[in-house]
């Protein structure tokens, strides 16, 4: 009996070996929804067919599957359109309903959030939405970056801080170019 123990706790440790090596820790990104409801949440719901096109209905960018179960096919002119909330995808249903859960950062996200982030803080409405509770007297670094960073991330601000602190000095830092750096940031997606 001691040696059928001895063997057993032998395979566990062995085990255990084999899984802690093949373990990986990665980044996790949120999703579309995840991403989409932050950047409205920041410029506005006159901003939601900008959000809606390049972030909701881009699950093979940003992740998040279509519900197949919350969708119906409408018939339509062309053809079939699919309805439903913001889980719904635009393009084909049946091949983007699969997009993966979980993406990793990729060029293509990088240049999907440069590019919502460029469309939103060129319209006025959404730039004057994002900016409206800034105060221009105070230390407006760190009021733009609680926009995408509510709470916590201090060594992050205080790196922002400190690579602007000789601009803030000479003159003022223009609001909508802190806005753009703050969401083109990888940082504030990381679940």
Request: aromatic share 12%; hydrophobic share 40%; glycine share 6%.
């Amino acid at each position: 009996m001691r040696a059928l123990r001895t063997v057993f706790t032998l395979m566990m440790l062995f085990f255990n070996h084999v899984l802690w090596s093949q373990t990986q820790v990665q980044t996790r990104y949120g999703d579309r929804l995840f991403v989409g409801e932050l950047l409205l949440r920041v410029f506005g719901p006159d901003c939601k067919t900008i959000v809606e096109k390049e972030v909701f209905n881009k699950p093979h960018i940003f992740g998040g599957p279509c519900d197949p179960y919350s969708q119906r096919l409408v018939k339509v002119k062309e053809g079939y359109k699919t309805v439903g909330p913001r889980e719904k995808c635009s393009e084909s249903f049946f091949s983007q309903y699969r997009a993966d859960l979980i993406v990793e950062n990729s060029p293509l996200r990088s240049g999907a959030i440069a590019k919502v982030c460029q469309s939103l803080s060129q319209k006025k409405a959404c730039l004057n939405h994002a900016l409206k509770g800034i105060d221009k007297e105070k230390d407006s670094i760190e009021e733009i970056f609680r926009l995408f960073y509510p709470i916590g991330h201090e060594r992050l601000l205080g790196e922002f801080k400190m690579a602007f602190e000789d601009v803030s000095r000479k003159k003022s830092i223009d609001h909508k170019f802190l806005l753009k750096l703050f969401c083109q940031s990888e940082e504030w997606q990381i679940l």
